[in-house]
Nanobody
């Protein structure tokens, strides 16, 4: 199992930006579906963004479309989530997740489909 570690979270004001990073312990992300999820206490974990194995298709939750961008740097064994125009409702613990299994479509948003998870990085947006 691949070990993932997120970083880049913090306390920001509404309208600010953050860039989250997710590093892998010993693997590159080639051949993996990669995703970012978020969770707030008392609620289910929800998908934010996902990218297919070739980094060609990207999908986003409706709530973040146009504001967040998922990217990957295979050489650095890292995936990123750029968060722009942050809102208080974006406050959550953000997790990266990966899996090798296909297909991408119709499963990219499913928590149960992912094989490895990071512990998360906290994003707090004040109004």
């Amino acid at each position: 199992q691949v070990r993932l570690v997120e970083s880049g979270g913090g306390l920001v004001k509404a309208g600010d930006s953050l860039r989250l990073s997710c590093a892998a312990s010993t693997h590159t992300f080639d051949g993996y579906i990669t995703a970012w999820f978020r969770q707030v206490p008392g609620k289910d974990r929800e998908v934010v963004a996902a990218m297919d194995q070739e980094a060609r298709r990207r999908r986003y939750a409706d709530s973040v479309k146009g504001r967040f961008t998922i990217t990957r740097d295979a050489a650095e064994r890292a995936i990123y989530l750029q968060l722009n125009s942050l809102k208080p409702e974006d406050t959550a613990l953000y997790h990266c997740a990966i899996r090798r299994s296909a297909p991408f479509e119709n499963t990219w948003y499913q928590v149960s489909a992912y094989e490895s998870w990071g512990p998360g990085t906290q994003v707090t947006v004040s109004s």
